[in-house]
């Protein structure tokens, strides 16, 4: 299903009803993230580190986007702290350290997947769908409509 939105563009529906905390301290990534998910009717939230993440995080939230390097408080540490804490949503990794290592840490640490960067908009939507329990947009046929 598509609507128009306040710029006249089309959004899909895809994401309907989904909303997601954003932590990404990098102003250009959290743009294109915002743009992909408003895009797929998704509402987004955003925080630039992780003690704000600490903060903005509640229980309307569906899922997170975690960058990993962050200043003040880094998403490892984020993340072992709202894991300490009980929550149990999804946490997705956003990295563009694709060492060994990182990886370790970001699984070891509590997250549910990783992404790296830059983003792409069909595996950002895969992994929000498969955390999100909403359905595959490929078998709704909107595979091709996926960029604002």
């Given at each position: 299903?598509?609507?128009?939105?306040?710029?006249?563009?089309?959004?899909?529906?895809?994401?309907?009803?989904?909303?997601?905390?954003v932590v990404e301290d990098n102003l250009f990534?959290?743009?294109?993230?915002?743009?992909?998910?408003?895009?797929?009717?998704?509402?987004?939230?955003?925080?630039?580190?992780?003690?704000?993440?600490?903060?903005?995080?509640?229980?309307?939230?569906?899922?997170?986007?975690?960058?990993?390097?962050?200043?003040?408080?880094?998403?490892?540490?984020?993340?072992?702290?709202?894991?300490?804490?009980?929550?149990?949503?999804?946490?997705?990794?956003?990295?563009?350290?694709?060492?060994?290592?990182?990886?370790?840490?970001?699984?070891?640490?509590?997250?549910?997947?990783?992404?790296?960067?830059?983003?792409?908009?069909?595996?950002?939507?895969?992994?929000?769908?498969?955390?999100?329990?909403?359905?595959?947009?490929?078998?709704?046929?909107?595979?091709?409509?996926?960029?604002?």
């Amino acid at each position: 299903m598509m609507d128009a939105n306040s710029s006249g563009r089309s959004t899909l529906r895809i994401l309907d009803g989904v909303r997601i905390l954003v932590v990404e301290d990098n102003l250009f990534n959290t743009l294109a993230i915002n743009a992909y998910l408003r895009h797929w009717g998704c509402d987004m939230d955003h925080a630039s580190n992780g003690i704000e993440a600490l903060q903005r995080l509640n229980p309307s939230h569906h899922l997170v986007l975690m960058d990993i390097h962050m200043p003040e408080m880094d998403g490892l540490e984020a993340t072992h702290l709202l894991r300490l804490r009980g929550e149990t949503l999804p946490i997705i990794a956003l990295t563009a350290d694709y060492t060994l290592d990182e990886q370790q840490d970001i699984y070891g640490g509590g997250f549910s997947a990783i992404l790296y960067k830059p983003i792409k908009p069909r595996e950002l939507l895969d992994q929000i769908q498969q955390f999100t329990g909403q359905p595959s947009s490929m078998a709704d046929g909107v595979a091709d409509e996926l960029l604002p």
